[in-house]
């Protein structure tokens, strides 16, 4: 069974850091690009960061010099550092796995985990 487990999640201060963690299982993590999303209530899942199968990492603008991806394949593990966190940052926070080459639409994902909440206060 393909399994994809987040943690890390919490209450920070604006300007505050945290470290997603994104724990997958089940299917050969190597041959995948992973990403992480977003979902704000009220609003739709957005991208946020993405590494590919030999670790060419990208990101949205809204985050970029403040968040970075990277990928542990030994251990099956892509994390997410967020420095400089502002509370337009506050959402639940999702990994996924993709076949495609430096995907950023929901649709390219295949395998979703379940979240885990962020929350940046001011």
């Known amino acids: 069974e393909k399994q994809l487990v987040e943690s890390g999640g919490g209450l920070v201060q604006a300007g505050g850091s945290l470290r997603l963690s994104c724990v997958a299982s089940?299917?050969?993590?190597?041959?995948?690009?992973i990403g992480w999303f977003r979902q704000a209530p009220g609003k739709e899942r957005e991208f946020v960061a993405g590494?590919?199968?030999?670790?060419?990492?990208y990101c949205a603008d809204s985050v970029k010099g403040r968040f970075a991806i990277s990928r542990d394949n030994n251990k099956n593990t892509v994390s997410l550092q967020m420095n400089s966190l502002k509370p337009e940052d506050t959402a639940v926070y999702y990994c996924?796995?993709?076949?495609?080459?430096?995907?950023?639409?929901?649709?390219?994902?295949?395998?979703w985990g379940q979240g885990t909440q962020v929350t940046v206060s001011s």
């Open positions: 996924a796995v993709s076949r495609s080459w430096l995907p950023v639409r929901i649709s390219e994902y295949d395998y």
């Open positions: 590494i590919s199968w030999n670790t060419k990492t």
């Open positions: 089940g299917f050969r993590f190597d041959d995948y690009a």
